[in-house]
């Protein structure tokens, strides 16, 4: 499987950013696919996931009400979308399935 993350970017605090997570190769139907972060000096966070088969999703409390995962099955792709963005949110975002298959991260950068 490859996955190629896109979206990302420069926002200011209250925005919304959407990311793509693109996937190729073997069936990603059968993988749970979650959206990390990572922000300079801290530890990689789990922020969601999605079982593809059945579109089941679960999120962090840091990002619960605020992010949402979703899937497009027709174009492979994985979203994550961003609302109320604060400052903290400012970190470098991974999509990866089963945690084995990472895609390239894409940097979210939220202004105050």
């Known amino acids: 499987v490859q996955l190629q993350a896109s979206g990302g970017g420069t926002v200011q605090a209250g925005g919304s950013l959407r990311l793509s997570c693109a996937a190729s190769g073997r069936a990603i139907s059968t993988y749970v696919v979650g959206w990390f972060r990572q922000a300079p000096g801290k530890e990689r966070e789990l922020l969601a996931t999605?079982?593809?088969?059945?579109?089941?999703?679960n999120y962090a409390n840091s990002v619960k009400g605020r992010f949402t995962i979703s899937r497009d099955n027709a174009k492979n792709t994985v979203y994550l979308q961003m609302n109320s963005l604060k400052p903290e949110d400012t970190a470098v975002y991974y999509c990866?399935?089963?945690?084995?298959?990472w895609g390239r991260g894409t940097q979210v950068t939220v202004s105050s």
């Open positions: 990866a399935a089963n945690q084995i298959f």
């Open positions: 999605i079982t593809w088969s059945s579109g089941s999703a």
